[in-house]
């Protein structure tokens, strides 16, 4: 018997300033072809009581606000690669499993005793893109809810700064090619974003103001 | 060009035939061995960058665009050089054989291909167009005069387009940007504000609310208020059950309530399906008079009918029945009539008092079911179901039975314990024969109803308990389940009968309870512990007065 192949994620973050963003949008629309996806996601964070296993298990409700009909997937992001192998790759290596489920999924999870961590909004656009794998960028404002469920009222948590995360799927055993492929799409980014493990501080690029002009330039007037 | 240099060189090595010799100053100029060296370098170099290319999968484009560029220029300078004495030689073919035969006339023509020709007159004609008839000086001046204000306008141009670049920062063509760095103080914050981004998006921090502001919102986002809604016919239940509470269930007419479970009542609400299910066992049982409880449990209650009806929380049926016209609590009409344990449900119909068409309605509509109801097995529970009527009917008023004197009081909501939201009033249904219905059913919140109808239902109950060791109006009664609700009717309404009941409504298990309601009178239920309440059900046991409201 096969044992079950775990589905992980591969992922990198990192920060971009709200004003590149657009430059960044124009960059990745170059690389990736395809139109970008917008992105509302009400993402909300539940943890268990005590009631279901020993420990605290956290599960993630998101709710894509973007069409008229909301759609919920429950989201279920374990725990990463650990030890010298996760030292070597460049992205963090993480389980990962998503499901689409129904909209009375957050009155489930409340029955089955989870209670409400906290909950957050993001707001932005994503891309996909095939190389070898599947990889997702999403460049997304995080936005704080400052009162329970009033999604209408989200702030964002830092207003100049913006998330990018660059994420691929793979399985136990095959996520080297998962973060190769990663890694070499992240060197077309350099020029205005640093990318890194979850948690690893980068700080911003400095000579991106001048990437992202030349990039928004491009698209505008015809110099060269 | 790559041919003569070779041809020369070969020429050179071995003892010379009788060549003719380049002159020497051109071959000076020329300078054959020199060009030759640097095309062989270059003709190195691309080799080489060709093979870094195919080798290496991680090229940049830049490094490789780069070493090309520079190939190019050494190209662009051989070739330079070249031309300046290119006019000394020309090229002919060394060998001419099968293959070059045809090629070779073609490229030692000079004169232009038929495509090219025209081209070039064309040319000609756009730029010589009103030139040619004046002299050839003139034209050539008026050539000169042309070249200069393009040149003039070229360079306009590319002062115009250098000007706009220093003021995008975006440098020459070959430059960069200037950078401006970031100076410290600005590279702190940013810093702060990432780590503020990045504890938020992946771990939460400074998104939780504290615990005093997370109030219930009053109005949700739209996905989530589907999402929280409460469950089928939640809504729909409470819109039921505040019919129902208007309509007192008085319209749950024992009739009513026993026939057809299983009825397509129009009231019924999504959870309905449930209720329906549930009577349908119900129907074969005498567990129709829990569903008249749950109907009209005002109308066993003694207490009075106060208020909105306390059938709040019919059983399913009730509920179907709610939507069918809600029947006010007539209750007085009722009373009088039904309280006279009228054998059956026809009876009870007939009196209806016309002043209350809704229950007329009801009660058309139930006429059908009341055969049915008729056909349960027990009859007792007729005279049940009448007085439940009688009771449901009284909860306002007269009780002149005092069995019927529903005891129900105040806030039919409060005979819920608060809680109005049953959304099925199934949970009375639930006569003996229903548990097993009802056990299947997920009762949702409302499931239980029975703390809602409880309320109104334990004052049935509760009366009916009474009762039961009272007039044979009750005999059906003698339900456990009824004298078990009726215990806790009489214990407390609004707080026994629903403090019990309401946490019924919520867990399936809540079934099991009233199983045992069926099984077990009273027994089995410690809820059904609660001490009579003699305040509320002064009239048990004795004959009624009208209840007090």
């Known amino acids: ?224 | 060009m790559a041919a003569n240099p070779k041809a020369a060189g070969q020429a050179h090595a071995p003892p010379p035939p009788p060549l003719p010799q380049l002159n020497p100053g051109l071959q000076q100029q020329l300078n054959l061995e020199d060009v030759r060296h640097r095309a062989q370098d270059l003709l190195n170099a691309i080799s080489r960058i060709r093979q870094h290319l195919e080798a290496n999968q991680n090229v940049k484009w830049q490094d490789v665009l780069g070493q090309f560029s520079v190939v190019n220029m050494g190209l662009v300078t051989i070739v330079e050089d070249i031309k300046k004495v290119s006019k000394a030689f020309v090229v002919y073919p060394k060998n001419v054989n099968q293959e070059n035969s045809t090629k070779l006339p073609v490229m030692l023509s000079s004169k232009l291909l038929p495509e090219m020709e025209l081209e070039e007159t064309a040319r000609k004609e756009q730029i010589l167009g009103g030139l040619l008839s004046l002299p050839v000086l003139t034209q050539v001046e008026k050539l000169k005069s042309r070249i200069d204000a393009i040149g003039a306008a070229c360079s306009c141009a590319e002062k115009t387009i250098n000007d706009s670049r220093k003021v995008y920062e975006l440098g020459t063509r070959h430059t960069p940007g200037s950078i401006t760095p970031l100076d410290k103080v600005q590279v702190a914050k940013i810093e702060e504000q990432e780590k503020l981004l990045r504890a938020a998006a992946n771990h939460g921090e400074a998104l939780r609310l504290p615990v005093d502001q997370r109030i219930e919102p009053t109005v949700l986002p739209s996905h989530l208020e589907s999402g929280l809604a409460s469950v089928d016919g939640d809504t729909s239940f409470v819109e039921a059950t505040g019919a129902l509470y208007s309509k007192n269930s008085s319209s749950a007419s024992p009739s009513i309530v026993v026939t057809n479970p299983g009825a397509s009542h129009p009231v019924a609400s999504a959870t309905q399906p449930i209720g329906r299910s549930a009577p349908s066992p119900m129907a074969g049982t005498g567990g129709i008079s829990t569903d008249n409880t749950t109907a009209s449990p005002m109308q066993y209650a003694n207490s009075p009918r106060s208020g909105p009806s306390m059938m709040n929380v019919p059983s399913p049926q009730q509920q179907q029945r709610a939507k069918v016209p809600h029947i006010p609590q007539q209750p007085q009409s009722y009373p009088s009539q039904q309280l006279r344990a009228q054998p059956t449900h026809a009876n009870i119909q007939t009196h209806i008092p016309p002043s209350q068409e809704q229950q007329n309605q009801l009660q058309a509509k139930h006429q059908q079911e009341r055969p049915s109801y008729q056909n349960y097995g027990s009859r007792q529970f007729l005279p049940g179901s009448a007085q439940q009527h009688g009771i449901t009917t009284n909860t306002s008023a007269q009780g002149s039975q005092s069995k019927h004197h529903v005891s129900v009081t105040g806030n039919p909501a409060n005979l819920y314990g608060g809680n109005t939201n049953f959304s099925s009033s199934q949970m009375f249904n639930v006569p003996s024969g229903y548990p097993r219905s009802l056990s299947q059913q997920a009762f949702p919140e409302t499931g239980y109803n029975v703390g809602a109808s409880g309320g109104s239902q334990s004052s049935t109950n509760m009366v009916l308990s009474q009762q039961h060791g009272g007039p044979s109006n009750f005999p059906t009664y003698s339900n456990p389940q009824f004298s078990g609700q009726s215990n806790l009717s009489s214990a407390n309404l609004p707080l026994g009968g629903s403090s019990t009941f309401t946490g019924l409504p919520n867990h399936p298990s809540n079934f099991p309870n009233i199983v045992n309601l069926t099984q077990n009178p009273l027994h089995g239920q410690s809820n059904y512990g609660n001490a009579p309440n003699p305040t509320q059900n002064p009239n048990y046991g004795h004959p009624r007065q009208p209840p007090p409201q």
């Open chain 1, 1 to 224: 018997m096969k044992p079950k192949v775990e589905a992980k994620e591969c992922i990198v973050q990192g920060i971009i300033e709200t004003q590149h963003v657009e430059a960044l949008e124009v960059l990745l629309q170059g690389l990736c072809g395809v139109r970008k996806e917008k992105l509302k996601v009400h993402e909300l964070l539940l943890k268990s009581g005590t009631n279901i296993g020993t420990s605290p298990s956290e599960v993630r409700l998101l709710c894509s606000l973007e069409q008229p009909d909301p759609s919920w997937t429950v989201s279920l992001i374990g725990g990463a690669l650990k030890g010298a192998a996760s030292e070597q790759v460049s992205a963090l290596v993480r389980n990962r499993e998503d499901s689409k489920v129904s909209s009375n999924a957050l009155r489930f999870f409340y029955a089955l005793g989870y209670k409400l961590d906290h909950e957050l909004l993001r707001v932005g656009f994503a891309f996909h893109i095939q190389r070898a794998v599947r990889i997702t960028v999403s460049v997304t404002s995080v936005q704080r809810i400052p009162k329970l469920h009033a999604i209408d009222e989200a702030v964002p948590v830092t207003p100049g700064l913006q998330l990018v995360e660059v994420s691929a799927p793979s399985t136990s055993d095959n996520y080297h090619e998962a973060v190769a492929a990663i890694s070499a799409f992240s060197e077309f980014l350099s020029p205005l974003l640093h990318l890194s493990k979850p948690g690893v501080t980068t700080g911003v690029v400095s000579t991106a103001s001048g990437a992202a002009g030349s990039l928004i330039s491009r698209g505008i007037s015809k110099l060269t």
